[in-house]
């Protein structure tokens, strides 16, 4: 899908909206060093559910997530009902290995369902195609017993019976919970690992998994991680360069995953977080070009949002309490900013993010007699612009070099208080 075709028809909600949060929570929380712990560490299956008897969750408030969400400026929140552990967060009725066989008892997806829908928010579903807890999931390159002896691992390993599993369990997610918006599969690795094999899309029987996907949930958007196209495409952990572009050089819907501190699960040692005021640099950036952010918090085993999240998320809260329009239902700008800066459009309304602040004036090369009025957008106070003209005395103005067809705005020596500033200039009709 165009980006033109975005803007219409049931996934126009996704560009719109363009802030999401992704919650990774599970077994992996009571580790506390990283969703991939299994794997790292090469734990066996009868180690590893030692902490299903742990898994008591009695902070579990997943409408304060929403709330949280919510405040930070997020619209929609993808949950990982099956991380590639397999520990399931629903009542499934194809394993044991569920939240509700635990101490904690219920079936997390739908309290979560209800309490996201309630604070008016979209649900989103993120559900793993690997799984190193079934017993029919043929051991690769990245399971946890990668190390032994493959061939007699695999030996009894009934593939077509994992496959029906897997196919299975998102019938019953997208079956049980009303509306699912978004599913988030992962993922495909066809080429392996480390000389040894993996999965990709024939394993996976991506073409009618993604069939049974939208037959379920019409309207769904599904990501690209089966190995086949879907509707949009997620760069994990980095920030696209530009528009994003399919093999034939179109655009398509992207949206940026990205953590606080490089863990998706809880990571209780990792200090490695990322300040507010990157983050919503980042979330600038990618509406600058065209593509959502899906952040992530990884709650504790015990269910809330540690104080790094909450205190990450407050901070953006604080800046979209008084700037989501330079980012909700914007998108990309036809005019090159400043050094240092991002264009965001939105209707007549184009928005200059300053990441860092300048001295005096800036230059806005190109908008020349397009400007009818420029404000802060934080308090809505006006920002006084001249225009160079070819009259002007070199040395009378106060800038002297402006290039002629540009816009100069005359800004306070002292950068207001938000982590972002932004300028909202009014494009003349
Ligand atoms: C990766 C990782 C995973 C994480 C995901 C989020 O593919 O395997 O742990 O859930 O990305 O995008």
Not at 224 to 236: A, Y
Not at 378 to 391: G, I, K, L, P, Y
Not at 417 to 425: A, M, S
Request: proline share 6%.
């Amino acid at each position: 899908m165009s980006s033109d075709d975005a803007t219409q028809g049931p996934h126009a909600w996704f560009s719109h909206d363009r802030f999401g949060m992704f919650v990774h929570w599970g077994l992996y929380s009571l580790a506390a060093r990283h969703e991939w712990v299994m794997t790292n560490e090469r734990m066996s299956i009868a180690d590893y559910e030692r902490y299903t008897e742990r898994f008591e969750a009695d902070l579990y408030d997943p409408a304060a997530w929403a709330r949280a969400a919510k405040a930070a400026g997020m619209t929609y929140v993808v949950l990982t009902t099956k991380h590639h552990d397999g520990f399931c967060l629903w009542d499934s009725d194809l394993t044991d290995y569920t939240s509700v066989n635990t101490p904690f008892g219920r079936d997390a997806v739908a309290e979560f369902v209800e309490a996201v829908r309630a604070e008016g928010l979209r649900v989103g579903f993120y559900h793993s195609l690997i799984d190193w807890h079934h017993p029919d999931f043929v051991v690769d390159g990245v399971h946890p017993r990668r190390g032994d002896d493959l061939e007699a691992l695999n030996a009894d390993r009934d593939w077509d019976r994992y496959r029906t599993y897997l196919h299975g369990q998102v019938r019953e997610l997208l079956t049980r919970y009303g509306q699912v918006d978004y599913l988030f599969y992962d993922f495909s690795y066809p080429h392996g690992r480390d000389g040894l094999p993996g999965k990709g899309p024939d394993d996976w029987d991506s073409q009618a998994l993604l069939a049974l996907t939208r037959e379920l949930q019409p309207g769904i958007i599904v990501n690209d991680r089966l190995g086949i196209p879907g509707d949009l495409t997620t760069p994990e952990q980095y920030q696209p360069t530009g528009p994003v572009t399919d093999e034939s050089g179109r655009e398509i819907l992207w949206e940026a995953c990205q953590t606080i501190n490089g863990s998706w699960g809880y990571d209780r040692d990792n200090h490695d977080h990322k300040s507010p005021e990157l983050l919503v640099r980042m979330l600038v950036d990618g509406v600058s070009k065209g593509g959502n952010l899906l952040l992530n918090v990884g709650p504790t085993g015990r269910g809330d949002l540690d104080p790094v999240a909450q205190r990450t998320l407050a901070g953006i809260a604080a800046w979209t309490s008084h700037h989501e329009r330079s980012f909700r239902g914007a998108g990309p700008a036809p005019f090159t900013p400043p050094a240092d800066a991002r264009y965001t459009l939105r209707g007549d309304r184009l928005y200059l993010h300053l990441f860092s602040w300048p001295m005096n004036h800036v230059h806005l090369s190109g908008l020349a007699g397009k400007v009818s009025y420029v404000q802060f957008l934080h308090d809505a106070s006006e920002v006084r612009f001249e225009e160079a003209t070819a009259n002007d005395e070199p040395h009378g103005s106060l800038t002297p070099d402006a290039p002629q067809d540009a816009v100069t705005l005359h800004l306070p020596a002292r950068r207001p208080e938000v982590v972002v500033p932004v300028i909202e200039i009014f494009l003349k009709e």
